[in-house]
């Protein structure tokens, strides 16, 4: 008799170990991805930067060839014609291959996004503390859906806070890809005289 009501608090600790472990997904918020399955996302409480809630991406294998995010998706109509720039903080432990923000905007039946960037250029590596990025783009006339969040692709953990977008002039300068082409956009005039 001691054996089954053994088993019972074994199965029960650790039903209870996996509850506490696991994380709830912030509203408004959703997991997607190459490999979503691959990672617990969601709120961890008590854990940003200013001691309340963050989201957070952990890998659950120990490899992965792929990506987990956890984003959002809106329509544009508040930004048309505006160039955006998305803040937020985050930071990281064990990221072996490389995480970051990302924001997208897109245009209905093409496959190409209008403009995109996903930190690519200046990835999120190791272990860091809490740091402040950001991502600058235009949203043009014809954008039908902007989509932004936070990655990890390969192993690891990140913590994503604060997250705020905000309209920009334009002698902000963007990051990322307009067109699928590197953004053209620079702090200053370059080879006016076109000899380089």
């Keep these: 008799m001691k054996r089954p009501k053994s088993i019972l608090n074994y199965v029960l600790l650790i039903g209870t170990t996996i509850a506490l472990l696991s994380f709830d997904l912030p509203a408004g918020w959703f997991a997607a991805g190459s490999k979503p399955k691959s990672y617990e996302m969601g709120i961890d409480k008590g854990a940003g930067q200013d001691g309340k809630n963050a989201a957070t991406i952990k890998s659950i294998e120990k490899m992965i060839k792929g990506f987990g995010t956890l984003m959002q998706q809106k329509k544009p ?56 990025y950001e991502i600058v783009l235009d949203i ?23 997250i705020a977008i905000e309209i920009v002039n334009d002698s902000v300068p963007t990051t990322g890809l307009q067109n699928g082409k590197k953004s053209a956009t620079q702090n200053e005039p370059t080879n006016l005289d076109f000899e380089k």
């Design 140 to 162: 043009p006339e014809n954008a039908s859906q902007i989509a932004y969040g936070a990655l990890l692709d390969g192993t690891g953990q990140i913590w994503f806070d604060n």
């Design 77 to 132: 109509d508040n930004y048309l014609g505006k160039r955006i720039k998305m803040t937020g903080f985050m930071k990281s432990e064990n990221v072996a291959n490389w995480a970051g923000l990302w924001f997208r905007v897109d245009q209905a039946g093409s496959q190409q996004s209008l403009s995109f960037d996903n930190m690519g250029d200046r990835p999120i590596k190791g272990t860091t503390s809490w740091t402040k």
